[in-house]
Each structure stands twice: as structure tokens, then as C-alpha cells.
């Protein structure tokens, strides 16, 4: 039996009204080219009865008397209803209709769903939206395109570096809490193997999903939605059904895609070319007389006014200007030219067909990064195969296997150990070209960050204090990662009666991960190696009932599953200590000293049960309920237990209403609760291995109590969610609006408390605390214009959020979340009781309390404080804005976002101000005199305040260095913190569409050729230039607030050329 | 719907029972990464820590035993509050988990020697503490989750605890060895005169404020028993290996940096003299002389480091020992304590104390090569006078405790000698600290019990800064 009969087949057993008189239609159902659409729905309307297209749009359906209407239905298109009457034959054409939200959207376990059934917010995106301009990282690609989704990104300097994503505000008082990632329903890490703001960022695992593999991605973001993911669930999912191929009439079609960028970066600090070198701004002079330059990192020198001096490479006897004197003169682009032009290649091909009882897909991407920081790149290739088989009638069984292989080089970043410091550290008058050639012949490094000897004119100790040449960082100083993951499932179904299935999976998602650092000789530090290898599994054993039935006007769907989770990690490191015993073999084994070696073994298992029960009456009035029990293996063992229960309606009130103009008008409400619960082995106290001391009569190996004191009472945290939304569609779905209030209480949460080290302790595992989160979220859709020639389309997202901490722990009202630490000097992420989460708290400006004015110090310095706060880290809004242009064959896209609100600190401004090099440490003063110019000929920074020993207001001017290096750029912090506000123009693409009669003569289907730009202009932003607060995460650090030396930003331009065969 | 709720209601039944027990196997729950069973081990690991009581780049200031040659922000006190959290969860955790243990293992050496070196070790970790910030956290310390918010104790009640504690020690020695030491190979005999040689120096730094309280405990230590010898000092013995390296290896050679010359008060000091000292503790410049280097310079003046005395080589040799208490400190003290009357002898047994500590320091110092020991002793400036007592001890200690900043600080502050440092010069009137001020976490973490600290200093109340005294630098 064709596949046809089985569907007739199961519309009769469905069909609950006794057939008297059949009647066999047939047709075709296309599209706006009068192309065969398939998979559309096709329903014998207020009946189940129904049917769907095949690959070629041809249907059949059997309905018992010629009274009724059929409806046909299909994502992306206006559904259209047509009267049978006495016709055998009906053939349709439908309308595209890009603001029709798609009608059925993937929920919870994969279940497909009726949009109108759905009693809470999901905001779906398509794959097509996120390949725009072939963004590396999925979660990237959806900045501003959901409402209440916050992407923090990275820049492309880091080649796929981390992104982090927040759903509807930070929900975890410690800031952790990345939403669940599920991909055609198998759970996947979300492991991060970079380190905070210093070093190399690898990017979430989550790249290696290929957004060219992507059918869509469906955000499940409070609690109701993803209620059925329990322990999971809390911090929102985000749901990836990968494409399939259609199954039908026998049908492969081939699709090739091929795009090229380049990248170049931008967004330079300004700095001044007046000062070079130097503390003071006399020359130094060697025994001989001559003027020389030494390896200060500061520019407070002298100015750059060609004098010839002694630069430091004439200290080199191997160097060809060995002895000779050279002009003094700025270097205005000497942290630019250090930078290279990169590019991107990503080229992938895919195979999707089906027939009768299968269908598959194959897809193969390679994608190839040039980096722009020299000596960087990323290669990726991508593998995913699905297919899907009717075995029997009843039995089905598929599978989807994702293969993802990465192999990169990449830049370190931060604070030391990068040039990414050099608008921190640096020297105006040095020539960046003058350091290319970074060894000589003999093997000695070229340094500029070192001394020479004044008697001798030599340097006599050639490993820099502080910063590397940064071409030997780039040369010899390497560091490597490669990845192999392995994500899918198999699956068989069985079809047991018409409206009862039961289905098993098998889920896995296994990666192994090897990360190695080379240091070279010759650096500041000695020379070694570092390896790390990790492996982890994540398993999904599932089982799925489902029960589908209709009595009358009552729609019942009842799902039953359970599922059993395990983890197991393992991982390996080993470092050199104290130097590699032969230069360049990097092994652990050239350890001078005993090496590091820790190895790591972690296993987790969570058992789970649920059901979920939906009702429908009248396609009108919809009930969900549901209810989740996990058994997690890291909780206590006799309290390891908890239920997580749901419930969700909604009401399609445009049923009832006559209004014309409403198309469509959902009321919904919910209440969830959802939970997570904590990292393994936190509930039993162990010891931990102290380094070792080799004593003359043998080895001591220390001991230690850890500095986190574990808690054997732990339980899981709740979040209780509820919600309330409207969705309203008005002239045909022309306009649609979304939107959406809820509330969130977080409480019980897990966290490594901050506490008095007094205690004995660092931190300790507590439950605590409540943190709410209320929030407002708006999705408008449009198409203010349509006719033949000309369409626009616009999505508007918004969502704004309010973070409150209601209570900690008792006798303790602040969360120390963060702290960092510069010229003795901390600043501390902290949340207070009865705040939003995360004020920045440091040194700043003591403040007159009468007039406001700063306080100055006898030497009419500003004092300062050391305890100031300086406002919170969360933006308060946030959204997007996404326009398409259709003329004729041409399409535009441009996709903006942007956000209000939210601090942050600049390391990097900070410190290019203490070091002499910001342009503000080198300007004009209101006499026309450079600040740097002495005081008595007119030179100093202005400045006015309250003299602290007078109470009177005193206007005077100090010295340049002093003011900038010992105050502003060590102790006051209220000028480096900025707010993150910006709007941005992230992506950008212009298409021409191939088709009709050029079409024809080809062999292809279809072409599509564009121009695309990523990342090309930042419209607005309220920091100072130099900065990009869209791309502050810069590592696995779970608030990104701090800037260390940010990769520079990378804009990129290119072309994308698909064709499908 | 009340069938179908029934209808979930059974099936999740049956599935709880599919899914199984709320058990798991232990090769999932229990922690396979780190070690359930620790005794000496963990007195070896806070014996890691003692160097850093001495290598310091801000104590070592403080005295004006090092200027910086760049970067002077350290010598011009802009650092204010220092941590000592880490001390808290370092160290003294272990030795406190060490002392309440009821499992330690005999086969490690006998417990009572083994809780007794842990309470010596506890009371030099807080002894030190309690003299950088005062009144800390103490009594209600070191109990986890039994006080997250410890009070402070005065400074005085520290002082009075300690005592007490290393009485206990002293009392509970009995012959044999432990395992896992550090530093003196498990002798127990060479810890205990180490216990009554702190419990000596710590009653002395009472002199000013109690000196009744102060004698008493000087004589009880004096009775038990204190060093003999140099080979009783606490000194810690760094390795040629990166992990145990010396801290000013790791920061002259390792991290390439020239920063520490030694002080022109000291060079300048010792050099009239021809201390033989002073050979080890600087190097010659370029032009082969001994110049120390001013103290406390403004980072805008440019210091040609080649014109100065650097630290000398073989005091940052990766292997270097760092001496912590030493048998030449204790015959200080007991020439002071003669000279206060607080044991017999007066003036005679000051001299011959005096005279002892010199030569033991300078065996320290230079392996036991007394070379020029003679010459130096007959200088006027060196040799014993009644008249100028106090003066050339506390003088003679200054030099003695060379780079052991904290200490030479904490006797500077107790006695006024050395007599002629002056501060950091233009450094809007900062004057030389008295104090380190509590670690900023303090403040939001353990904020009522800090802000009463704070407000119950004995002398200046209210001030957390380097300025305030502390209880027994009694003005």
C-alpha cells in the first residue's frame, strides 16, 4: 500500500462520523511561481480528516459527503479554504504570507504544535534568517531577532568566540544560567573551555551547530514553556530543528552555497602623536651622550620631535642600525598595522530527497577563517545526515547524526600576553614594522620592552619586563584547539492505534576536545607547554506515548515520557614547570621541574518522568497541564527528588468576534515551575592536593582544605514563573503584534556564596535567596507595503526587564559576584538585597556632600572613595529591528539591534590614559596650552571642586601626568565606566535572485547570489569610540562587565552565491 | 477530564516504577578527584605559606630595607587595605582542621606532636596577622558554616590566646618525630624551642603596653626553653624548582624585572661601619661601589638602575632561604629584656646577648664566615653602651631583620629604631604606616562586625587606614 492509501487509511480510522457517501478529490496546491508545494495541510474543515501534499504539491483526500470545505495550510503561506461542491478536481494557488507566523512550532520534546493552541510565549526563527551573512555562531545570529533574548558577543577577531545568551534577564543571583540548547530534540552542552576576560577565548560549544544546517530555532523563554525540560528547564531552551528531506514522490535536489569575506578590523581607541616614551620629558642620555630610548611602557616622554636618539633595536649588535641614531618621530598607526586583512571562506553543499516511505538529507559545510590578528585560523567542517524510514505502515524508524570537526590557532587577548594591550602599555614612537622581523639570526629576540646598558650601549638582560614583541606572541606563543563532536539520535515509532504512539530515542552528544599551549624562548616568560584533552558524554535514553483524539468538539492530546540522562566527562592536563629541558620540544615531558598533570573524572544521572495533557475545545478554549519529576544524581542522595508542574491556556477570541480587520486574537496566561539544581560532588566535603616540596629526604605532597566549604542540604532551585500574553493579527496578518508580560521568582538558589575568608572559607554552597524578574515583551510584524514589484517586511522586537534581588543569605545582604583588581585597586561586581543584580562598586570621585562638586586634596587632586557605586550591569531594554526589501528579484535585509542601559568598565581606556597615550592626556587646555606644558608657562589639566581643607570651591590646574597616571587612571573609576547603550547595524545583505527564462537555460532550480556585510556599522553608542559594547564577552565568565583588552572589533564584507540543482 | 487526569496519574506510575529507585550507583555520586583522609599533609601545606610572611612587596618597605628602582607606588604607600582572607583559608584552616581532628594517624608521628605543631604554626600565622591589622577576627574564626561572619577580637585577647596556646604546645611535646615537615624534618624538640622563642618575642612586644603582662610571659618562655642555635631557626628552604622558588628570584629572574635596590638609609648605614653584611644583602653597582637608593622616589623620576646597589644575587637565587625566626632575634630580645629588667643581669647581660646576636646574625647571613667580626664589633657605633642601649639593639635588630619587612616594621613601630627614616618624600605628608587596613570584602561581607572594629580602635577611632595603631604601639 502507497503512502497515499495509508493516509486515507488513517483519515477514515480517525474519523468518528459514519460515512455514507464518499467523495475522492484530487489536486495540486502551488505556490506564487505556480510551483508544486509540498507538505501543505489539507483539511476537511471542523473534521480530522485530512491529508498533505506531495513533493510535486499533488494531493488526494476521501471525505464522506461533498458538503464540506477544505482547508489548505502551510507555513509561510495565507491559508485558503475552498468550498467542494460537486468538484473532484481543486487545485490552489497560495499566497506567500512572510507575516503568517508559522502555524505549527516545535514545543517542548519536540512536539509539534498548533500555534493557537500554545498558552505561552516561544518566538521562532528561521534558518534562512540566521545564514543572512554567515555569522560562525547560531547564538550570535540571533541578536534582535526574539524579544527578551540578550546576546553579548564577541569579537570576530576570536573566531567563533563566545556569545552569551540571556532569556528574559539574569534569573541566577550568581549570573550563571545559560539557557537549555536542544537540537532536533537531543540536549547539548554548552561547555566553555576559555578562561574570563584574560587569555584565549574557544567559544561555547554551541558553535558547532551549523546554522546552514538550521531549519529553524524556537525559544522556549520562561518556565511554562520549558516546564517539561524540570531540572533543566529554568533558564529558558532553545529548540534547533535541523532540515529533512520531504517524503513523497520520489525527489532529490542538490543545493550548493559558496560565500567569501573579508575582514578588516577598526574601531581604534584615539590616542595622541605628540609625547613618545618616557616618565618625564627629558631625554635619557647614555655614558657617551647620546640620547637614547629605553623599554618604558608608558608615553609620558619627551616630545616626538625628531631628535635622533638610540632606539632600541641599535642595542642589538646582530641589528644593521647597531649603534646608530634614529629620528624620534610618532608612529600614528603603529597598533593598527599590526593587524592583517582576514577572510572567510565557507563553501557547503547538501543532497534532500525522499520518496514513498523515506526521506533524507546529507549536508557538508567547510567554513575557513583567516584571522585578522596575524597567524590566526579557524577551520571547521560540518557533517549532518537525517533520514527517516517507514519500515512497516506502523513502524518508523530514523535517525540525525551531526558531525562537527574545528581546528583553530587563535589570538590570545586581554591584558598581558597580547598586542591586544597595546592601546594599554605602549610607546607612541615605536615603528610596528621596525619589530616584524622579531628573531635574528641567531636566534636572539628583538625586544623593545627591555633596557640597555648604558656604559656598554648593549642590552644585557633581554627578556622584557612586561610585554613580548608582539610578533614573537604571534610566531611562537601558539595556541591550539581542535574539537570532534558526534550529536544526534536514533529513533523508532510505533504506531500502535491511530491515535496512540509510542516512541523510543536513544540520544548522544559526545565531543572530545584538545586544547595545547606553546610558549617559545625568549618571551618574558620561560618556555613551556600546556595540553589538555576532554572528553565528555552526554546520553538521553527516551520514551514518548503520545495520544492524540478528537470527541466532537474536544481535542485531547496526551503525552507520557520518561527519560534517563547520564553524563560522563573526563578530562587530562599537563603544563611544563619551570622551562622545556630542550628548546622547542614541546612535550610534557621536557618539563625542567616535576609538571602539572590533574586529571578530572565527572558522572552525573538525572531520571525523569512526565505527562502533559492538552485540550482544545472548539479550536477556541485551550488547557495545557503538566507535570515532571527528576531524581538527580548531584543532589543529597535522600533529598534528591522534585516535581515540576505547569499549567497554560489560551482563548482564540478572534473566533468570536465579527471585527473583520482581526485576522487573529489569542488571550494566554500561565504558571510554571521549572528548576535547576547544581554541578556534581558539591555536597560531600573532600581534601585537595596541594603542590608538591621535594625535601632532601623525599617528595612532601601537601594537602589542603579547599577554599569552598560544600553543603550536604542542598536542594534544587525553583523558579516560578507566571505569564500573560496577547497576540493580535489584523488585515490578513498584515500586522501582527505580540505581546507579553511576565513575572519570575527565582528562589533557593545554588551558589557559591562569597563569604568572611575569616570563616576558614572562600566561599560556600548554599541555597538562597530570591531574585525576581518582571519583564515586558514586544514582537510587532509588518508588511507596510506589498504589491507585485515591491515588498517591505519588518520585525520589531522589545523587551524590557526589571531585575530585583529580594533576599540573600540571612546576616549577609551582598552577593560578591566579581572582582577584579588593578594597582591595588578592586572593583567588585556585587549584588545587593533589594537592588537589581550587579552594581559595579569601586574607586571613584569623593564627593562634596553640600554642592555635589569633586573634593580635591591640598594639591587640588580629587580625592577618592574606594566604595562608589556605579549602577547596574543589566541593560533595562533591549531588542531589534529587521527589515526586508523585496523589489522585483532584488532582496535587502538589514538587521539592526541595540540596547539601553547596562555598565561596564574600560580596562583598556583606563589604561591608555595612565600610560600616556589616550588622546585626552595630550590636548589643548582652555589657555591654548598642551596639559602637558609646565605650569608656570601655562600647561596643566583644568580642574574645579571643593578644596576639601577650605570648603571652598577652587579652580586650578595640575599636572598632566599626575592627574591622569596616579589619580584618574589608578583610583577614579567614574571615568571608565560607561553605560553599554548601543544600536547597531549587525547585518546586512543585498540579493538578486535568479529565475524564470535565464533560469531555464542553466540546470539549475534556483540561484540566489548576494552581497553581504557583517557586523558594518555601529549607528550609535553611548561609550567613547574604541570601545564596542555589543562585543564585550570575551570569555566563559558568565557577566560580561569587564573590558581587559577586547580582540578589536572585525567588520567584514563578502559574497554568498547559492544554486540549488 | 477527571478520567483523563486518572489516566496521567496511572501512567506516571508506571513509569516511576520503570524509571526506578531514587538510588545511584556510587561510581556516580561519590567524588573520585580528591583525597578523603589528610594529617601532616596538611601542616606541610600552611608551611608553604610562611615565606610569603617575609616576601613581600609592600612589608619590605615599610622599614626601608628596599626602594623601587620604577613603579614606586609600593614605597609611597598608595596601597591601603591588604587581604587577609587568604591567610584565613590558607593556612590556618589546615592546621585548624589539624587541631580539632579526631583522626589523625599515629603512624604520621604522635598526635599530640602533631596538634602541638599545628598550634605553634597557628599562633606565628596570627601572631603575624594581628600585628599588620590589629584586632581580627579570631575566636569566632575558622568555623565555617558555624560563623560566616566572624566578630573581631582585640587585639589584647589575641595576644592573651596565643600565649595560651603555645603554652598548650609546649606542655603537650613529647619525644619523637612527625611526618610531612617542611621545615625541621619532624625534629618536635627544635619546634618546641621555636613555640617559647615566638612566645618570648611576643611578650616583648608588649613592652610599651604592658610590660608586667610582657615580663611574665617573657620569663615563662625564657623557662621552657628557646633556641640554641641558628639550626633552630625557622627558616624556610626554597628549592631550585619553579614551584618552590624564592619570590625575589621569580621577580628579578623570572619575571626579568630590576625593580628593588636596597635603601639608601641602609647602605648608608652600614657601609661607614664595614658591616659584613652588607656584601650579602646588596650588590655593587655598575662602577663597583655600594650606593643604596633613595627611598620612596616619585615615579617620575627616571632611576638608572645601573647606578645603584640591586638586592644582593645571593639573596635571590632561586634556592634562597627565607629566615622567619631566628636565634639572633631571640638573644636580642634577651638583651632587651635585661635591659628592661625583666630578667637579671642588667647591662652585663644585655652585652653579652648583644654582643651574641651580632655574631649569630652575621653567621646567618654569611654561612658562618665571621670574617671581620671583630673589626665591626670594636666600632663605637656597634659596640654595647649602656648609655645608648635600647638604641643599639633596636638599631642592630633593624639590620639583622633585613628583608623580613613585617618584622622589621613591628619592632621599628614598638621600639622608634632605627631613628632616622623619614617618609616617602612629597607624597602629601603620608607619614610611615602603623598599620594595614582590613581588606575591602570586609565591608560588604562581614559588614556590622567590621564597621564595630573599625569604631573600637584603641587609639584613633574610626579610621581604617595605614595610620591607626594598633593596641601595644601604644603612642
Redesign the interface.
Known sequence: MNRKSLLILLGILTCYIVSYAQTTIKGKVTDDNKVGLPGVSVLLKGTTTGTSTNGDGTYSITIPSNTGVLVFKSIGFASQEAAVGSRTEINVQLISDAENLSEVVVTALGIKRSQKSIGYATQQVNGDNLTLTKEQNVIGSLAGKVAGVQVTGSSGASMGGTQKIKIRGVNAIDGSGQPLMVIDGTPTSQDNFSGNANGVDYGNVSQDINPEDIESVNVLKGPAASALYGIRGQYGVILITTKKGAKGPKNVSVSVNSAFSIEKVGNFLPLQNIYGV???Q?F?TLTNGQKYING?DES?GPVMDGTPVRMYYSFYPQDPQFGQLTPFVPQPDNIKDFYETGYNLNNGVSLTGGNENMNYRMGYTNAYINGTYPNTWLKRNNLNLSASLDVTKKLTVGANVNYANNSGQRPTQGYQGSFTGASQWFQRNLDINRLRDYKYADGTILNWN??P???TGIIT?N???DWNNPFFDAYESLNNDKRDRLFGDVNASYQILPELKVSGFVRSDMYTQSITHKEGLGG???DGYQVGKYQNTENNYE?L?QYNKNFNDLS?N?N???N?YTLDYSGQYQAT???LSSPGWYSAAAS???PVSV???R???I???Y?M?S?GYKDIYFLDAS?R?D?S?ALP?NN??YWYPSVSGSFLFSELTKWKALSFGKLRASFAVAGSDLK??QT?N??????????S?GA????????K?K?PFIKPSFANSFEIGLDLKFLKNRIGAEVTYYSQRNKDQILD??????????K?VINAGLIENKGVELSLTGRPIQSKLFTWDATFNFARNKNKIIEL?P????L?ND?ANY??Q?I?L?S?EGQSFGNL?GPGYKIDAATGKVLL???YMPLFD??KDFGSVLPQFTGGLQNTFKIGNFTLAAMIDFQKGGQFFSWSKMLSAKSGQAAETAAINDKGFNVRDPLASGGGVKINGISQATGQEVTAYVDA??YY??NLG?RIYDEWIYSASYIKLREVSLGYTFEGKILAKTPFKAAKFAVIARNPVMIWQKAPKGLDPSELSSGSADISWIEKGELQTVRSFGVNLSLTF | ?KI??K??YM??LV??V???C???DD????????????GT??I??AE?FLPGLSSSPYGVHYPQYLSNT?FT?NSRY????F????L???P???L??VINSTTLDANEGAVVNQIAVAKILKAYFFWHMTDRWGD??YSE?????G????KYDKQQAIYNNLFTLLDEANAAIVSGTIK???IY?GDVNKWKRLGNTIHALMALRLSKVDPVKGSAEFNKAVANGMMTDNADNLTFQH?S????ENYWYNSFT?????WFAVSKPVVDYMQPLNDPRLSVYANKN?AGNYVGLDYGLP????V???NYSLLGSNLRLQNSPVALVTYAQSLFAMAEAAKLTWIGGGDAVAKTNYDKAIEYSIRQWKNNDVTGLAAYMANADVAYDAANGFKKIGNQRWIHLFLHGYEGWAEWRRTGFPNFLSPAPNN??AQIPRREGY?????????ANYNAAVAAFPYLPGADDLNTRVWWDKP
Request: hydrophobic share 35%; proline share 4%.
Open positions: 618616557g616618565n618625564n627629558t635619557l618604558n609620558w627591555v633596557n646598558n648604558t656604559t638582560n627578556r622584557p619586563s618574558r616568560l620561560v520514551f506515548g485531547v496526551i507520557v515520557g520518561a534517563l614547570v619551570g622551562g625542567v621541574d616535576r586529571s578530572e573524572i558522572k552525573k544521572q531520571k525523569s518522568i505527562a495533557g485540550f507535570i519529576n531524581v544524581s542522595e534528591n527528588s556534581v560532588y560531600v573532600t581534601f585537595g592536593a596541594g603542590s608538591s616540596y621535594n625535601a629526604t612532601i605532597n601537601t594537602i589542603l582544605v579547599p577554599d566549604l553543603n556564596l562569597s563569604v568572611s575568608g575569616a570563616s576558614g572559607y572562600d560556600y543569605y546576616g549577609i545582604p551582598v560578591q572582582v594597582s591595588s578592586n567588585y556585587n545587593t562598586i586634596g591640598t594639591d574606594t566604595a601626568r599626575t597616571r596616579t589608578t | 477530564m483523563t487526569h489516566k496521567i501512567a506516571s513509569l516511576l520503570l524509571s526506578g531514587k538510588k545511584f561510581s556516580v555520586t561519590v567524588d573520585p578527584n580528591n583525597p578523603t583522609k589528610a599533609q596538611l606541610a601545606n608553604l620604577s607606588d598608595v596601597t591601603i587595605n587581604n587577609f582572607a587568604s584565613y583559608y590558607g590556618l584552616i589546615n585548624e582542621t581580627i577576627p574564626a575558622l568555623k565555617g558554616n560563623s560566616f561572619t566572624p610531612n615537615d617542611i624534618n628549592l624548582n619553579a614551584t618552590n623570572v619575571l626579568g624585572r630590576n655598575t615615579g617620575s623620576v627616571t638608572v638602575i645601573n602629601n605628608g581588606p575591602t570584602q570586609e565591608r560588604s561581607l562581614n559588614s
